[in-house]
């Protein structure tokens, strides 16, 4: 079965960081691309980075971009986000997913259980 795990989420002060993680399971991960999505109270889900199944191409949403780093370990199924400089605004469950094409991130795959950010002083 398909798992994605996601992981680092926490209390954090705004201008502080925060590394995610999302380990994969039960797909040829080095086949898909992976995108990080996140979800404020009230709002709809939005896509906020996506890094192709190599890794050589990332793309951002424009709210974190410059702030915000996505890669991936092929080695070892994870795909990671690193917040840097985060913003009350950024407060969310943080989601990974798989997708086939780098151009459209659709999500593939079921969603996991996310890892809650709240950016808060």
């Known amino acids: 079965q398909v798992r994605l795990v996601e992981s680092g989420g926490t209390l954090v002060q705004p201008g502080g960081s925060l590394r995610l993680s999302c380990a994969a399971s039960g797909f040829t991960f080095s086949g898909f691309v992976m995108s990080w999505y996140r979800q404020a109270p009230g709002k709809e889900r939005e896509l906020v980075a996506t890094?192709?199944?190599?890794?050589?191409?990332?793309k951002y949403a424009e709210s974190v971009k410059g702030r915000f780093t996505i890669s991936r370990d092929n080695d070892k199924n994870t795909v990671f986000l690193q917040m840097n400089s985060l913003k009350p605004e950024d407060t969310a469950v943080y989601y990974c997913n798989a997708g086939q094409f780098f151009s459209q991130a659709r999500p593939l795959m079921n969603w996991g259980q996310g890892t809650q950010v709240t950016v808060s002083s």
């Open positions: 890094i192709n199944s190599t890794g050589g191409r990332t």
